[in-house]
C-alpha cells in the first residue's frame, strides 16, 4: 500500500486524472484509490468551472429568501434538478397563506394578459382586415341579399297568431342601422318613408341618445316619435349604462307590404 500511495502520489503531481493514475497502475477499486491519494489535492485542470459555484450560492440565496424551486430555476436559468441538489439541506420555505396564493395568482395573471392582450388584438386587427380585403365592395345584388338576411333576422316578422307584412327594425348597434338604410336604398325605398322612435331607459340621457341616432341615421327630427322609456329596476344589474349606451333604434317603414314580401322572396332564396 505504501508503495502504491508512493507512486500514485507522485502520478498526481504530474497532473495525471484518476482514471489516467488506474490505467497506468492497473485496476483497483475507488476506495482503495481514494486512500492512495489522501491528502493529495487534485490538478487544477480536472476541477470543474466556478460557473456552477457562483449559480449554486445565488440559488441558496433566494431560497432562503423564500423563492420554490421554479422560481429560482427560472431566474438562474438552470434545470430545477439541479437547484433541488444544491438548495436540499436548506429549510423550506413556508407555505403561503390563502390570501397570498390568490394575491400571487391575480399578479400572475395580471402580467399575463399584460403582455397577451396586445397580441391578440394584433392577431384579430391582421385577421378581420385580411377577412374584409375579401369582401370589398358590395354590389347592388349582393347587399340586397346580406340586407335581406339582417332583416330575417333582426326584423320584425309576420306570425301565424299575429300576420303583419310591416317592415320593422330594431337594433342597437349603429353600424348594422346605417347598413340597414343602404339596404332599403338598393330596394328602392325613400328615406321620406321612414320613421324612427329611440328606446331607452328612463335613468339614462334620453336628449344625447336623441341626437346620437339623428346623427347616425341623417334623418330630420320631424322623422323621430317621441322616445319610448323603459322603467328603471335597481334589482336588475345592467351592462348597458353609461356614456356610450344610447338606447336601441326602431325603423319603421310605411307603405311597406311590398318591400315584407320582396325581402321575404329574398331572405327565403338566400337560404334555399
Not at 487534485?42 to 457562483?54: E, H, N, Q, S, V
Not at 436559468?77 to 437547484?83: E, I, M, R
Request: contains cysteine; aromatic residues 6%.
Amino acid at each position: 500500500m505504501a508503495a502504491l500511495r508512493e507512486r500514485a502520489i507522485q502520478l498526481r503531481q504530474q497532473g495525471k486524472s484518476r482514471r489516467q493514475i488506474k490505467e497506468i497502475l492497473g485496476s483497483m477499486s475507488n476506495s482503495m484509490l481514494d486512500d492512495a491519494l489522501k491528502g493529495e489535492p487534485p490538478p487544477g485542470w480536472t476541477r470543474r468551472a466556478r460557473a456552477k459555484d457562483d449559480l449554486r450560492e445565488r440559488a441558496r440565496e433566494l431560497r432562503t429568501q423564500g423563492l420554490d424551486l421554479e422560481k429560482i430555476a427560472a431566474a438562474l436559468g438552470v434545470a430545477k434538478s439541479s437547484v433541488s441538489l444544491w438548495v436540499r439541506d436548506l429549510a423550506r420555505p413556508a407555505r403561503l397563506s390563502y390570501e397570498e396564493c390568490r394575491k400571487r395568482a391575480a399578479e400572475g395573471a395580471h402580467r399575463y394578459w399584460a403582455a397577451e392582450r396586445p397580441a391578440r388584438a394584433a392577431a384579430r386587427a391582421t385577421t378581420c382586415a385580411a377577412a374584409a380585403a375579401q369582401i370589398g365592395t358590395l354590389t347592388d345584388r349582393e347587399l340586397l341579399i346580406a340586407g335581406a338576411i339582417a332583416y330575417w333576422c333582426e326584423g320584425g316578422k309576420s306570425k301565424p297568431h299575429r300576420p303583419s307584412d310591416r317592415v320593422v327594425f330594431t337594433n342597437s348597434d349603429p353600424s348594422l342601422i346605417r347598413f340597414f338604410l343602404r339596404f332599403l336604398d338598393a330596394a328602392g325605398t325613400p328615406r321620406t318613408r321612414l320613421r324612427f322612435r329611440v328606446y331607452i331607459h328612463e335613468n339614462a340621457d334620453v336628449a344625447a341618445a336623441q341626437q346620437f341616432w339623428l346623427d347616425v341615421t341623417g334623418a330630420s327630427a320631424d322623422q323621430f316619435a317621441t322616445p319610448t322609456l323603459k322603467h328603471h329596476n335597481p334589482v336588475t344589474v345592467r351592462k348597458n349604462v353609461g356614456g356610450s349606451y344610447r338606447g336601441c333604434l326602431r325603423v319603421d317603414v310605411s307603405r311597406s307590404a311590398d318591400l315584407y314580401r320582396r325581402i321575404e322572396g329574398w331572405a327565403s332564396a338566400s337560404m334555399a
